[in-house]
């Protein structure tokens, strides 16, 4: 693949660790990522009308409806910045969102699906710490800042995620299964998934990350 024109989608369970190797992946290859998610929750902080739209489906671990979603990613995806590439980081989530993305014409571009067992989502999404101020992600014992509750990049003082409850964490791999894990099959039949095994740490999902780019 042409690393100027870096086309990635993020694929797997929320709390594969998609947003940790969306972070190394843009300082990488100096591309933007895209993720409705941390769009969604700044929308929210906000007060804005699109935050109070959204924010009971994402307090109930419910997927976005895809009109909303993907009126934010065409928006994105036509700023300038994205024309030498980006990475979609939990985008698609569903096969109605796949289509439009397809019916955009992003092509080419590669799904790397971070495959991860429902027990280690739970043990990953159950310690997840985040920060606020700039969106790093740490976890308490797999990926820790030098100093425990507070942010290595900007200093301010981690939190946890209203939806990493670990009852919204049941329901939202419920809802994972449902609507999310079909994608599969939609990009390996049309030839574009490259499947990466996240049962060792950040490094090693890291290295496995690369290696599947560097072969394409
Ligand atoms: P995680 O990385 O833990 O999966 P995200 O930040 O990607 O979390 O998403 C948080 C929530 O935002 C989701 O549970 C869902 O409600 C909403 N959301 C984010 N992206 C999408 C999407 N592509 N389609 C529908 N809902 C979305
Ligand atoms: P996603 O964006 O898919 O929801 P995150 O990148 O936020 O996932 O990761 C979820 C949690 O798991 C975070 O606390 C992160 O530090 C941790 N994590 C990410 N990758 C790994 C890994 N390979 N091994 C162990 N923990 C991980
Ligand atoms: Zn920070």
């Known amino acids: 693949m042409c690393d100027d024109r870096m086309r990635i989608i993020l694929l797997g369970p ?9 972070e190394r992946l843009a300082a990488r290859y100096n591309i933007p990522t895209i993720s409705t998610g941390a769009m969604i929750r700044a929308e929210i902080r906000d007060g804005s009308e699109l935050g109070k739209q959204t924010k009971k489906y994402i307090d109930e671990g419910q997927l976005v409806p895809d009109s909303i979603i993907m009126s934010i990613v065409e928006s994105r995806l036509s700023k300038p910045d994205c024309a030498k590439g980006f990475i979609l980081d939990g985008i698609p989530r569903t096969i109605p ?63 946890i995620r209203p939806d990493d409850a670990e009852e919204t964490i ?9 609507q999310t894990e079909p994608l599969i099959a939609y990009y390996e039949k049309a030839g574009k998934l490259i499947n990466i095994l996240s049962e060792g740490g950040v490094e090693e999902t890291a290295a496995a990350v690369q290696a599947a780019l560097e072969v394409e």
């Open 14 to 22: 929320p709390g594969a660790g998609k947003g940790t190797q969306a």
């Open 170 to 178: 049941l329901k939202r791999l419920a809802v994972y299964h449902e």
């Open 97 to 159: 969102q796949a289509q439009k993305l397809d019916e955009m014409q992003i092509e080419p571009y590669t799904v790397l699906n971070i495959a991860v067992g429902d027990d280690e989502i739970v043990k990953r999404l159950g310690g997840r710490r985040v920060c606020a101020t700039c969106g790093a992600t740490y976890h308490e014992t797999f990926n820790p800042p030098a100093k425990k509750g507070v942010c290595d990049a900007c200093g301010e003082t981690l939190s």
